[in-house]
């Protein structure tokens, strides 16, 4: 059977993307001008931050644990070997606080709940539900983006705290159950170790992930066609984006913050 | 079958909007890429009147109303609805339209997570009426299709009839100056369908609400040009064959993105254009 291929034109390919990045620009600007226009679904808010923050708390808790003991598990032997294992509790607390705490939170929710925002949404589009929405006079993007684009930045602002502070606890168990350190000693250098950059930038990087990963969610959801199909290419479509945009951004916003507030 | 009875007594008409018209369509053509769903069709539904939208599938006629809400904009030509033109109003001000018109999806669309109850009454929580009122508004409502014992069920839990008619109490709750049906009866067994028109009836003959009503089933509106009706006995009585002029009821045929006939039943029994002729054979 001969294979029929498609041949589309590189401009049409672009003209696409232009549109795909203008559609989600505009998602994601009127999901936070919803915010300062009647009505406000507060209960819808609260729905959502208890499906994303209380739903997601096992599995941040987990990841927090097991990243802060490899983290302390990795660099143990290489710093006993340089006689420094006692800076173990610094390092897991900068790489925690700064990096790998909002990291590793943002991808986890991004693949739970991106996926879960996309597929939600995609399949009220396909089954007309959200036609039904606006003929019923109401606008979806408040009605279901805007209280899951604030939730969503609201929870995992918190859960990436709760990472950080459970990292730094598995980080301890390791030190001081394999290695023998003091766990006195630990928690001072590691709350000693870290200055005001280094939480500013491990408390901006929640907010700024936790809005990539509900209009992208949003996104692909509101932008779904061809039936049960679709939603799945959505759902994703959704995890991959949001994930690679959270890579990308953290990276930015990473040297952004050491070229305002300086280098250690 | 006779059908409960609905306290509210007529549409909520906004003062002020003196069209005569409920609905008007002005030269409005859409395509979906190279394809030319409507060429310059226009047609008005009158007040009052319910008009039934015939044609093969893929014709158009689901379209139509959704263009008539807005949930589509055409790529060219005026539409009206309630002396408003929709085609010239921005999404923001639609909403506020849209809120005075119901509609029933072809496949219901009842919002899924959402029980019955909820479903049918989401326009008046998003109105902020109080949960007391809801409760009667919805069980009146529920009551009117009959199905007031599946207020707590979710619609995964009901058939395809149950679905339509809850759509169709979702549609009705407050009382809209227009509605729109995308095939009501399609799919159902006759007893259901024969049900369902009966509520459209009531609403057109009762309520005196105007419908646009896309339809495969010419046995039904034929049912509905030829009989009315009657509120005293809550039952449809069959018109004297003279008479059939009297009801407000309408038909209207698409074929290849045009309209080829807008007229009433007496007019489309005798048309001579053989495809209407075998269309209604």
């Known amino acids: 059977m001969a294979l029929e291929i498609e041949l ?23 999901s936070i001008a919803n915010l300062f226009r009647r009505p406000l679904y507060g209960g819808d808010m609260l729905q959502q931050a208890d499906l994303i923050g209380v739903g997601s708390l096992p599995i941040v808790v987990l990841t927090g644990l097991s990243i802060g003991a490899l983290l302390a598990l990795n660099s143990a032997n290489t710093l006993q070997r340089f006689g420094g294992i006692t800076l173990i509790g610094q390092l897991v607390s900068i790489g925690m606080v700064t990096e790998l705490g909002p990291l590793i939170t943002g991808l986890m929710v991004a693949g739970r709940n991106a996926s879960g925002m996309a597929s939600e949404l995609g399949s009220m589009i396909v089954t007309e539900q959200i036609d039904a929405m606006r003929a019923l006079g109401t ?6 983006v805007t209280p899951r684009v604030g939730a969503t930045v609201f929870m995992l602002f918190f859960l990436t705290i709760i990472a950080d502070l459970l990292g730094l606890i598995g980080g301890n168990a ?55 199909q679709g939603v799945g290419r959505s759902t994703t479509q959704a995890v991959v984006a949001s994930s690679v945009l959270i890579l990308v951004v953290d990276f930015f916003i990473t040297k952004l913050i050491f070229a305002m507030l300086g280098y250690r | 079958m006779a059908t409960p009875t609905l306290p509210i007594e007529s549409p909520a008409v906004v003062q002020g909007d003196a069209s005569p018209h409920a609905i008007a369509f002005d030269n409005v053509s859409i395509a979906f890429e190279e394809n030319v769903v409507l060429d310059r069709i226009s047609f008005q539904l009158p007040r009052g009147e319910t008009k039934a939208l015939f044609g093969v599938a893929g014709s158009g006629k689901s379209t139509i109303l959704k263009l008539t809400l807005g949930l589509l904009r ?7 609805l309630l002396g408003q033109e929709v085609t010239s109003m921005s999404e923001q001000e639609l909403f506020a339209l849209r809120r005075r018109v119901g509609i029933v999806f072809q496949e219901s669309a009842l919002f899924d997570s959402l029980t019955v109850r909820d479903n049918v009454a989401f326009r008046l929580m998003e109105e902020g009426i109080s949960d007391e009122e809801i409760d009667q508004r919805v069980r009146e409502a529920l009551r009117f299709v009959e199905l007031e014992r599946t207020i707590d069920m979710f619609p995964s ?61 010419l046995q039904d509106a034929f049912t509905m040009a030829t009989h009315q009706f009657d509120r005293n006995t809550n039952q449809l009585v069959a018109l004297p064959k003279g008479q059939h002029c009297e009801v407000a009821m309408s038909f209207l045929l698409l074929r290849d993105g045009k309209v080829i006939f807008d007229g009433d039943a007496h007019q489309l029994a005798t048309s001579r254009d053989p495809y209407i002729r075998e269309y209604i054979s």
């Open chain 2, 157 to 217: 839990e009901l058939s395809g009839g149950m679905r339509r008619r809850v759509a169709i109490a979702r549609a009705i709750i407050t009382q809209p100056e227009a509605l729109l049906y995308d095939s009501p009866t399609g799919g159902l067994d006759p007893v259901t369908s024969n049900t369902i028109v009966e509520l459209i009836m009531k609403q057109r003959d009762v309520y005196k609400t105007s419908a646009l009503m896309v339809t495969h089933r």
């Open chain 2, 74 to 80: 055409p790529d060219s030509g005026r539409i009206f």
């Open chain 1, 174 to 228: 390791v030190a001081s159950l394999l290695f023998g350190l003091d766990s006195r000693q630990y928690w001072s250098n590691a709350w000693q170790i870290l200055v005001f950059r280094d939480v500013f930038m491990g408390l901006v990087k929640p907010v700024l992930f936790g809005f990539i990963i509900s209009t992208i969610g949003c996104y692909y959801g509101m932008s779904t066609r061809g039936g049960t």
């Open chain 1, 8 to 30: 589309v034109s590189p401009f049409e390919v672009a003209k696409d993307a232009v549109r795909a990045i203008q559609d989600y620009t505009l998602l994601a600007a009127q």
């Open chain 1, 139 to 144: 606008d979806p993007s408040k009605k279901l």
